[in-house]
């Protein structure tokens, strides 16, 4: 495998597990089970047909994990993450790369809106603002100023209140 190699996105199967967890592990080291996203994710399926990966041949260079979710009983919604890139493979886009892609297939299959808990400063070049505080919560300390949205509906935003918690 040479460095030269093409980048390619695809969605995620079941093979790829381990060597996700592998990437997660490198990234996030031993305090990712904390994140109150977790919380959300605990207990659902590891992966949805809007999980990406890019990948050099066989390596996974990047990876996003998007699960379906609820706000109060709002369906339609989508939490980010993690997102995860291989710190050889920071900086040239792929982390948005893959965000991108699952956007336009989550919008393509109906979806209204993305959550996540996270930077304001990188996730605002895709679209995210943060939510107005106490709109959305999440199950277990969450930052209200690190509670963001993404619109892939223009307007949805104030449909969604309450607490989010995974769609099943
Ligand atoms: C954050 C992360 C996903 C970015 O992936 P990436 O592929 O390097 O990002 P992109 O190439 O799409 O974007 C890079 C740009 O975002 C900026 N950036 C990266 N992290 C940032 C942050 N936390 N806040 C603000 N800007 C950030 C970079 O400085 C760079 O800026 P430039 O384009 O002006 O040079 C990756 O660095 C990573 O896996 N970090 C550790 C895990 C993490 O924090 N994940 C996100 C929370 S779930």
New binding site residues.
Partial sequence: MSETDEIAVRAVVAADEVPIKRLHAL??GPGRFARSAYRVREGTPFTSPFCRVAVQGDRII?SLRMTPARVGGQPGALLL?????D?A?????????IVEDSFAASAAAGFKLVL?V??L??YS?MGFIAVPPGQIQFPGPANPARILARELVPGVLGDYRGLVFAAG
Wanted: net charge positive.
């Fill in positions: 990234v996030f990047a993450g993690p997102l995860a890139v710190t493979f920071a900086n040239k886009g792929y982390g948005r790369r996540l996270g930077d400063p990188y070049r």
